[in-house]
T-cell receptor, first 112, second 113 residues
Framework: AQSVAQPEDQVNVAEGNPLTVKCTYS??????LFWYVQYPNRGLQFLLK??????LVKGSYGFEAEFNKSQTSFHLKKPSALVSDSALYFC??????????FGTGTKLQVIP | NAGVTQTPKFQVLKTGQSMTLQCAQD?????MYWYRQDPGMGLRLIYY???????DKGEVPNGYNVSRLNKREFSLRLESAAPSQTSVYFC????????????FGPGTRLTVT
């Protein structure tokens, strides 16, 4: 069975500082990894995904994620946080024809 | 291009009542999903439809039924609502399962008293 862990319920970062939201995964076979963002009272929005290739994936709104196979991690990063980045972030893993499994989410709070 | 639409946005039910949540997508996607979101639990898959004509159980299917009416529409039915089904329900769609990103609707906030 595949699974995703987001070890931090909440991450606080000052505006302008770099941010990292952590994700580790477990899946048999090749992992397909995703990040989504949810703003209050909205549905989830796709940010980026890793299927194969370059370990650094670039996505929407200046976000990027680093795939590390040896550490089974897929951490979300941004060089300079904005107050508007404050939201709930979900990591997800899928594989082949399997459905996607979501993590429990990490609340990002960017402090002005 | 509306993406994924859900109706209703809000609903209050009494225990034992039934209702159907409607979902439609206009992106010609093959796969559709129903999730529930509860505090601290993340998103949990209720049912999904990998393609038109097929439906499969997800992680928490008990108390729910689904119908893939056509390629565009995927409905979720609560036959006899229970307070444990109080949640926010999201519909999503994707080109296919597994490697494809999903597109989500705005959600339905359901309260069962």
């Amino acid at each position: 069975a595949q699974s995703v862990a987001q070890p931090e319920d909440q991450v606080n970062v000052a505006e302008g500082n770099p941010l990292t939201v952590k994700c580790t995964y477990s899946v048999s076979g090749n992992p397909y990894l995703f990040w989504y963002v949810q703003y209050p009272n909205r549905g989830l929005q796709f940010l980026l995904k890793y299927i194969t290739g370059d370990n650094l994936v670039k996505g929407s709104y200046g976000f990027e994620a680093e795939f590390n196979k040896s550490q089974t991690s897929f951490h979300l990063k941004k060089p300079s946080a904005l107050v508007s980045d404050s939201a709930l972030y979900f990591c997800a893993v899928g594989g082949g024809y399997q459905k996607v499994t979501f993590g429990t989410g990490t609340k990002l709070q960017v402090i002005p | 291009n509306a993406g994924v639409t859900q109706t209703p946005k809000f609903q209050v039910l009494k225990t034992g009542q039934s209702m159907t949540l409607q979902c439609a997508q206009d992106m010609n996607h093959n796969s559709m999903y129903w999730y529930r979101q509860d505090p601290g639990m993340g998103l949990r898959l209720i049912y999904y439809s990998a393609s038109e004509g097929t439906t499969d159980k997800g992680e928490v299917p008990n108390g729910y039924n689904v119908s893939r009416l056509n390629k565009r529409e995927f409905s979720l039915r609560l036959e006899s609502a229970a307070p444990s089904q109080t949640s926010v329900y999201f519909c999503a769609s994707s080109s296919g399962t597994g490697i494809y990103e999903q597109y989500f609707g705005p959600g339905t906030r359901l309260t069962v008293t």
